[in-house]
């Protein structure tokens, strides 16, 4: 069994540079946390089972991260999906997954919890406990392996995994993580049995094993024992939220903070999962939000924060929370976006106080192209309030608007999917009468009935039919409209796992083993190996689809998720007489079966709802806060190392690493002029992944005068690991570009034992050297191009540390053709620029200027 150390050591010096975006398995972020593993009583690993660009960002994952390490005797780590050429690489080479804090491999910790965000990330989770060495089915886990728990949306019919899961947390995660966390630290030693029995002991903790199955005759499988009750969160003011937000390397899909401002919602669209399983309606206080706000922007020194939830228009008084949230972060030279908007002009209104950047566009969801077809999902919106909510948002200067709508939804006609492009085409119409450089994109999905919603009895329309509507809506759609559809095979396998019995298990574990993983992105989804894997599962996908009777029992009828089922069928029925449902935190109770449970919490959100409404109508908007100014009154040089794992950073995450540092460390910094004011920092040559260096420098302008002594102390406080300023001076505000004045730079190049002896080295060296030409070619993105080597190569010297042979060289920089230190290297030796051998250590020493063509030091020591 291979230890942690060990793993490290091999991850660091031989994975991570072959791998084509390391920066994804770093583990040494900002505000990540590592323990000593010797002082903790229990080892968490916290999985999301789909790539680190999507899985880091998830807020579900980052609150129980914070959660169980406020607990000094519990360690949670994390761990990502590995992409492709990674998993290879571990494969080829017969090691395990590793967490990425402390690389620990997988297998070894007590506990793994898997995030469920997305049905098709399913055969990725059974590839990261394949990769783990743990038996795939829970039934064939014996007592050392770890607990496999999951939660999260999909949970909400977790008969898909039942076969490989050991228990599924239901409900609001932080409610129930250290109850779990408890069990697991108590119960350690004890037989995994037993274990489970325990687990399933807490309210919201399903366990599939001690569940008895009973087949319909369409052969259905149906657990059969006790309600498991979904979990709440009572007060989301009490509840923990990290505002040490863990900031990655890599850029991610939604690089930002996320601001929990409101949990629930009560709109009621009948296809909506999401609304249907998280009621009532929970809201942080205005008081809360704005502590939450200051400490996410001083924690993490992100550009953005976004003010998230499932209808944010709907907090009780969001006008003071926009107005709040601007006021907080304009300071900080970030921004405040409202990732989900209404349709109307209120929230044009809210969105105007956000962007007093750049107006780039806005997103809305009218769902369906038909009034008629909008009341059967509940969406009461007209066509007339969409053309005026529109025609507002180009009015004030949006070049863009995207609308979102779904095809196949329940009832759906021919004429219904036609109204689609009737209406976009009178968005864009009015649209340029009030800004001729409108824009328009339309995204259309295929309707997925869900579980816990009042269409989990209808059917979903088939990968034929989903084509044909698609093209259809295509052929009258005038051109200038983008029109960006969801793939029909990918909802095709969404429909048949948001709805699946225990069965389709055995068709996920088919298309496991025919090679199936990342699912969700289209360039990896092999559909045929699909349709292998239901045949040979014995199933038909087809019948996953088909619709349900309402007095049928269905796979997930044992969890409770406090709406009930009788309120689903009336809602259900109701859709069948186009009648809206009006939200119930403006009218009156609908039954849904939450205030039976909850009921206290019901008559919070009903009380916040109306005095929100008071508060909101004597608002008045204020005079928002400019932009941080163009003042430039000083420009610092500083001069900085990259050493350890960060050098496997690339030169724009490198980028990203120091605006974000310069935020935390309340640098008074200039921004640039423009729709999207940036810090005015400028760095020398860029450096190569891995290659590590003492001698990388920048330029940076303040508004304010700032002492480099003060300035060096302000960043290394904040700087993650590997980064540290090393010294800085103050320059001539208008100094030439740092890029172009960079002459030179020194590198050392270490071999290992056994590559070349001393005198060797150095014969090669003096041949080199009394070279007058050396000609190579090196291959880039536009083919391949010859470049002479030797005048670019200044000084060239070989010595012996030890049993390592270590190269230094001068290396001349700047325009044109640059020497780099593996060039020389493998000319010197005669390697294949494409072969080259491995562990070689690269590390650039120093960088210099030309002086009245003397070569010295950016900053003389």
């Known amino acids: 069994m291979i230890s942690a150390e060990e793993l490290s050591r091999i991850v660091e010096e031989q994975i991570l540079p072959q791998v084509e975006k390391p920066s994804r398995y770093l583990g ?248 249907a399983v998280t009621r009532p309606v929970r809201e942080r206080s205005l008081e809360t939000l704005r502590r939450l706000t200051q400490e996410s922007l001083a924690q993490t020194g992100y550009e953005e924060i976004a003010l998230a939830s499932l209808s944010t228009c709907d907090y009780s008084r969001v006008r003071a929370l926009v107005q709040q949230s601007v006021e907080i972060a304009t300071p900080w030279g970030a921004a405040v976006s409202l990732p989900s908007l209404r349709l109307d002009s209120f929230s044009v209104d809210l969105s105007e106080m956000t962007q007093s950047l750049r107006k780039s566009g806005l997103t809305f969801a009218p769902e369906a192209g038909s009034p008629r077809l909008r009341a059967v999902i509940n969406k009461g919106i007209t066509d007339e309030e969409l053309l005026e909510t529109t025609g507002e948002v180009f009015r004030r200067g949006w070049e863009v608007v995207k609308l979102y709508f779904m095809i196949g939804l329940p009832t759906e006609t021919d004429e219904d999917v036609l109204a689609i492009a ?87 574990l088919e298309a496991w083993r025919r090679g199936c993983r990342m699912d969700a992105w289209s360039e990896h989804l092999d559909f045929a190996r699909w349709q292998e894997a239901f045949a040979a599962a014995g199933l038909d996908p087809d019948t996953y689809l088909r619709a349900r009777s309402l007095d049928e029992p269905l796979p997930w009828d044992h969890i409770d998720t406090l709406v009930t089922k009788r309120f689903l069928r009336e809602e259900y029925e109701r859709s069948r007489a186009s009648t809206l449902s009006v939200d119930c935190r403006r009218d009156r109770c609908h039954r849904c079966g939450v205030t039976e449970q909850a009921k206290a919490l019901c008559g919070t959100m009903q009380r916040q709802s109306r005095f929100g409404a008071k508060e909101e109508a004597n608002w008045r908007l204020p005079e928002l806060p400019p932009r941080p100014a163009l003042n430039p009154v000083q420009r610092l040089r500083f001069r900085f190392a990259k050493t350890g794992a960060v050098r496997f950073l690339s030169h724009l995450e490198t980028m990203g690493v120091w605006t974000r540092a310069l935020r935390r460390a309340r640098v008074p910094l200039a921004y640039s002029q423009g729709f999207h004011p940036q810090p005015k920092l400028a760095f020398g040559t860029a450096l190569a992944v891995g290659v590590a260096s003492e001698g990388e420098y920048a330029d940076l302008v303040l508004n304010e005068h700032l002492v480099p002594t003060a300035f060096v102390e302000r960043l290394n406080r904040v700087l993650p690991e590997g980064f540290r300023v090393l010294d800085a001076a103050e320059v001539p505000l208008h100094a030439p570009s740092l890029m172009a004045a960079i002459a030179a730079a020194r590198y050392q190049v270490v071999l290992p034992a056994g590559l070349s002896d001393g005198a060797n080295a150095e014969a090669r060296v003096r041949q080199f050297l009394a070279r007058t030409e050396c000609p190579i070619t090196r291959r880039g993105k536009k083919g391949p191009r010859p470049v002479d080597l030797r005048p670019l190569v200044a000084d060239l010297s070989a010595r012996v540390a030890g049993e390592e042979l270590v190269l230094e060289m001068l290396l001349r920089e700047g325009e044109g053709a640059r020497a780099r230190p593996l060039d020389v290297a493998a000319a010197l030796f005669g390697w294949d620029p494409d072969d080259l051998p491995a562990g070689l250590r690269i590390q650039k020493l120093e960088s210099y200027l030309d002086v009245d063509g003397c070569l010295r030091p950016v900053l003389p020591g």
């Not at 697991?184 to 919201?204: D, F, M, N, V």
């Not at 991610?252 to 409101?262: F, G, Y």
Request: glycine share 8%; aromatic share 6%.
């Open 28 to 275: 040494c972020e900002v505000n990540a946390i590592r323990k000593e593993p010797s002082t903790v009583a229990l080892r968490v690993a916290l999985a999301f089972p789909d790539l680190y660009d999507l899985g880091l960002p998830n807020l579900g994952l980052l609150v129980l991260y914070e959660v169980l390490n406020r607990r000094p005797e519990i360690q949670a780590e994390r761990v990502y999906a590995p992409a492709p050429d990674l998993e290879a690489i571990l494969r080829a080479r017969g090691l395990p997954l590793f967490t990425l804090e402390t690389r620990t491999p997988l297998g070894q910790v007590d506990c793994i919890g898997f995030t469920l965000q997305y049905e098709l990330t399913y055969t990725n989770l059974l590839n990261m406990l394949d990769l783990a060495g743990i038996p795939l089915l829970a039934a064939e886990r014996d007592d050392a392996h770890p607990i496999i728990l999951a939660g999260g949306p999909c949970a909400f019919n977790p008969e898909p995994l039942a076969d490989f899961i050991d228990a599924f947390a239901i409900g609001d995660g932080e409610e129930v993580i250290l109850e779990i966390a408890n069990c697991l630290k108590e119960t350690k030693g004890q037989p995994r049995a037993e274990r489970l029995r325990h687990l399933a002991a807490i309210p919201g903790v399903y366990v599939p094993a001690l569940y008895d199955t009973r087949t319909l005759a369409d052969g259905t499988v149906i657990p059969v024992g006790p309600t498991v009750r979904r979990r709440v969160v009572a007060d989301l003011n009490q509840a923990p939220f990290p505002t040490a937000y863990v900031v990655p390397f890599a850029q991610q899909v939604h690089d930002r903070v996320s601001l929990e401002v409101l949990r629930g919602c009560t709109q009621g669209c009948r296809f909506c999962q999401a609304g």
């Open 422 to 508: 009737d209406l976009a085409r009178r968005v864009l119409a009015h649209g340029r009468r009030q800004q001729p450089k409108a824009r328009l994109n339309l995204g259309v999905s295929t309707f997925v009935p869900r579980p816990q919603t009042p269409f989990q009895w209808e059917a979903q329309i088939s990968i034929a039919e989903t084509q044909r509507r698609q093209a259809l809506l295509k052929a009258h759609l005038r051109s200038g409209l983008k029109f960006g559809r969801h793939d029909a095979l990918t909802s095709y396998l969404e429909g048949v796992f948001s709805r699946g019995d225990r069965r389709v298990g055995r068709a996920l």
